[in-house]
């Protein structure tokens, strides 16, 4: 679908108007409401709004599912009327992205207690019974939730957090402001600006060429592995920090990489999950594991692989049961490498 967007461009001697798609107009359009307070503020008039309550977003249950009810600014408006607060409070609020048409879609927490802000945390089963829904914490939804919904929630809670974390200005002391849309904060005393962090994260799925290499955190729930990860040092490059967290953890050298694909990821804080295969030096097989960073860490062949994905839910350990292991769910770029892994090996088992 294309719209004309309302900017002309000149072309050789004569100015003419670009076609220019859905896509591209709707991130102008983004891009305008983070630079321009007053757009935003007028965005905020016919856009939704996603509430939280201290980092949990608002759900509703509809059938083992969760549903992710928006207000509208008068629904809003009405809702901190109710519970004796200013509408000035919608003012906290962060943008999140919009829709196709431009209707903007904001996050608000209602339930943070801030020492820098004027407004109080709401009550949150008052709050709940109002609003027919519950506040619950995203880690323990996440399973219940379309990938569209999980992938907004998530981008709200790091935006939110991220904000929480950011009232002072590190040089001056002094409380930070944040622009309508959320984007940045910046130091009225030393004009620092402020830009919501995140930490890039490299993911490795290791394999010799027949086998993957699987590793487990104590922290893991009990009988899940997953790929190698691990934050990036500063100075870093991706492929420095994918060879370096593969020696640290297990003792190995990498040879080929290959870069997946990427995710944002919000827990514990905003990471950048940048996905990769690598390929270990032939005949280097085996692990060290560096305890302190892993539980453990072994081979696993394609058939043991391919029992752990057609397993659904977590794993429970049974009498008899050869495998007792289990992999990360689905919405975890760790399952995507896994499952790319296996795809590739049963069309090369093909091929051969
Ligand atoms: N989405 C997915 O599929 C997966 C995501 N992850 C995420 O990857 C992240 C990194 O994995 P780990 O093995 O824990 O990393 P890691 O192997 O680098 O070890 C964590 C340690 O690194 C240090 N560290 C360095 N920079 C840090 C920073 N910016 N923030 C926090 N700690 C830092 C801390 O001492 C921390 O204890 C985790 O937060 C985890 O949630 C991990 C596996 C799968
Ligand atoms: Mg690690």
Not at 57 to 64: A, D, I, M, N
Not at 203 to 211: M, P
Not at 307 to 315: F, I, S
């Amino acid at each position: 679908m294309f719209l004309y967007y309302g900017i002309a461009c000149k072309r050789k001697s004569f100015w003419c108007y670009r076609l220019l798609s859905t896509y591209v107009t709707k991130t102008r359009y983004l891009f305008e409401l983070k630079e321009d307070d007053d757009a935003c503020k007028k965005a905020q008039q016919t856009g939704v709004f996603y509430l939280f309550h201290g980092l949990a977003p608002l759900l509703q249950t509809s059938e083992h599912r969760y549903l992710v009810p928006r207000l509208s600014l008068l629904e809003l408006k009405r809702l901190l009327g109710k519970f004796g607060q200013d509408a000035q409070r919608i003012e906290d609020s962060v943008l999140i992205g919009c829709s196709d048409q431009h209707e903007a879609w904001f996050a608000l927490d209602l339930g943070l207690n801030i020492s820098s802000s004027i407004y109080a945390s709401l009550p949150k089963p008052e709050m709940e019974t109002e609003l027919k829904g519950s506040f619950i914490e995203l880690r323990k939804a996440i399973f219940q939730l379309n990938s569209m919904d999980s992938s907004l929630l998530f981008t709200a809670q790091a935006l939110l957090r991220w904000h929480a974390n950011h009232q002072f200005c590190s040089r001056s002391g002094q409380p930070t402001k944040k622009n309508m849309a959320g984007s940045k904060r910046v130091c009225p005393s030393s004009k620092i600006i402020y830009y919501p962090q995140m930490a890039p994260v490299v993911i490795t799925l290791v394999s010799d060429g027949v086998r993957c290499l699987l590793a487990r955190q104590s922290s893991f729930p009990k009988g899940l592995y997953s790929a190698l990860a691990g934050f990036c040092d500063i100075g870093e490059s991706v492929e420095e920090a994918v060879r370096r967290e593969v020696a640290e953890e297990v003792g190995l050298e990498v040879e080929r990489l290959e870069y997946s694909a990427s995710q944002h990821w919000p827990f514990p804080n905003s990471s950048l999950m940048i996905a990769c295969h690598a390929t270990v030096k032939p005949g280097q097989t085996e692990i060290q594991v560096n305890l302190r960073e892993l539980e453990a860490a072994a081979w696993f062949s394609h058939d043991e692989v391919a029992t752990a994905l057609r397993r659904k839910g977590p794993y429970i350990q049974q009498e008899n049961e050869t495998l007792p292991f289990s992999l990360p769910p689905r919405l975890a770029i760790a399952h995507q490498l896994i499952k790319e892994w296996m795809e590739r090996h049963a069309c090369s088992s093909r091929l051969a």
